[in-house]
């Protein structure tokens, strides 16, 4: 079972949380036209072997955003921040 | 290459089965080739289920394809996949579905697909172990059935597919892994590999759950993301189930195989994943949605379980095209609906590589279909590669 620590609550499993995807793609500014950026940002995906930076919320815990950290081959979970503190580019 | 055939058989058998000759060359790595395949072999995840019950145009005639490519395979392979037409039932768990079931089953039949809807009596005659008390959890009303779906030997189809193309003149090349690609003025010419560069006119990627780590290779990043996906097998038992159900109340299908085990899966694990292993909450999922379906479940032990990474589209549906990169073929977004569409898939991107254009059956597969608004979403979830 996958393990988060929760910021708030704790180490908790993984069925408290609800996973909310890839984090590093943020959408373009709602006036922007251009279909490449919209595509890139709805579709695309890094899709990492390794490394993976995702949102998850503690959906029956503290309700919040997580920032996570995870390795796609070990599941390990790196870090565990809150979403509102996550790298500029992953808040879109 | 030795025809196999019943004749034969016997008389090996009354040998003592000594002389069999290998299936394939174990083919050397040569300079270059027309085309390489990477990947390509791989039927490990599956379920071995093939039906063509689907309802989108784009798919609806390439799947239906495909089971008419599996009904003549073992003949064409001249190798026993084991094809069993033992039919499918989709049951239905409440009139909305049954509506939903009865203009899957219209859309099917005008593409000349076989379809039925069942009422629940006839669903209790075809597989009376399904919970019809009037405690089942989630009562069923009735069921949309396709006789000619079941379900195949998935080892058997890749032997059987490396035998035929060993037998027309293809190296099939193991223990190579392939380590980047080979550019000749913005071209893909070839692969860079364990076991040396290999130049190549076109290489066509099929490479399952990896497609993304072979595409970045490339330069590409791609509308697909990795998930795992488990799978489950019990005891043998005596038969008790010769249909092909899938539940209508929660994402699960169950089977039962030819050595009597009961063959079930359910969800993907739901989060991005290379690492070939499932976790517990799909397993308790799993055992709840059979235990709900089939009470007899709850006495059988599980004896394997296992888990395999899918490459999830953002739509659900497969890739086959030429890549943005010229001398670059991708062939892969299987979902886990590859299974079935496994003969057509081959036989789409053998079209595709051939002749530099898609097949009208692979038209709509294409890469740019997201920027376009295209996507072939059959179940309507948006792009969201977890929830398909």
Redesign the interface.
Known sequence: ??RIACPYCGERD??EFA?G??ATSSFPDLADPD??RW??A??????P?GD?R?FWQHQHGCRQWLYVV?D????ECKSVTPAREAPRAACG | MTHYSAFMLIRKALGRNRGWTRAWRNAEPRAGYDVVIVGGGNTGRNTTIVRSNYMIDGNTRFYEKSLQLWEEMSGDLNFNVMLSQRGQLNLCHSPAQMDAAARRGNIMRMNGIDAELLTPEEVRRKAPILDFSDQARFPIFGALWQQRAGIARHDAVAWGYARGADRHGVDIIQGCEVKGFLWERGRVVGVETTRGAIRAQKVGLAVAG?T??LA?MAGL??????HLLQAFATEPVKPVLDTVVSFGAAHFYISQDDKGGMVMGSDLD??????QRG???IVEESMACAKALIPLMSRLRVVRQWSGVM?MT?DGSPIICKSPIDGLYIDGGWCYGGFKATPASGWCFAHTLAKDHPHELNSRFTLDR??RGHQLDEKGMG??P?AH
Not at chain 1, 42 to 47: Q, S
Not at chain 2, 221 to 226: C, H
Request: hydrophobic share 30%.
């Open positions: 079972m996958l993984q069925v996973y995807g890839d279909l490449d595509t890139d709805v579709f695309i995906r890094d899709n072997l993976h995702e995870r796609t081959v070990t599941h | 990896h993304s780590h970045k990043r791609l509308p697909i993301e990795t739901g989060y991005n994943s290379y690492g976790d517990l909450p490459d953002m997201f920027r792009p969201t977890w």
